[in-house]
C-alpha cells in the first residue's frame, strides 16, 4: 500500500491502517525524538505526541511532501515545544538562571568520544542541533529537511555549516587522536 492510500485508510477509520502508518514511521520520530531530547522517557513522550497530532491532523495532510517530512515537521515541533517546557520546569527547580556558567579546560584521561560527542550534539543551539541532528544522523536532505523546519534550503545548510564548526570547536582535543 502506498502511503496516500494508508492515509486513505486510516480517514475512514480503519485501525489496522493507522497500525501499519504508525509502524511505518515510530522508529524514525522515536530516533529523532531520542537524538534531539537525549533522553528515553522524553522521547518517548514525544514520539507519542507526534503520532498523536499527527492522527489529529492527518485530513489536512496536503502530499505536498512526503509522509515522513510531514510527519518529522510535525515530530520537530513537539520535540522543540516539549524542551522549552521542560527547560522553563528545570529552570523553576533548581534556579538555573541563578547558576554561574562552570567551564572545565583540563582534558580528562581517556575521555570517552561518545560521552563529549553527545554534550557537544546536546549544547549546540535548537536549531543547529534540529539541522544536524536530521541531516548528518537521519540523512535527511536539506530540501526535506526546509520542507519540516518551514524554513529555506540555504538555511538549513548555514545552520549545518555552523553545527559542525561548533562541534570541531567543542571537539578539537580530539583532533589527530583517531586518524592513523
Known sequence: MTDQEIIAEVLRGDV???RVLYDAHVDRVYRLAYRMAGDETLARDFTQDTFIRAFERLADFRGDSSL???LHSIAVSVILNG???VRRIHGREIGGDELPEVTLTAREAEPDLKVRLR??????????????????????????IATALGIQPGTSKAQLFRARAKLREKLSDFAGEWAS
Open 119 to 144: 554534550a557537544a550534539i546536546d549544547g549546540l543551539p535548537d536549531g543547529y542541533r534540529t539541522v544536524f541532528v536530521m541531516h548528518d544522523v537521519e540523512g535527511f536532505t536539506h530540501e526535506e
Open 68 to 70: 515522513a517530512t510531514w
Open 83 to 85: 524542551l522549552k517546557k
Open 16 to 18: 489496522r491502517a493507522e
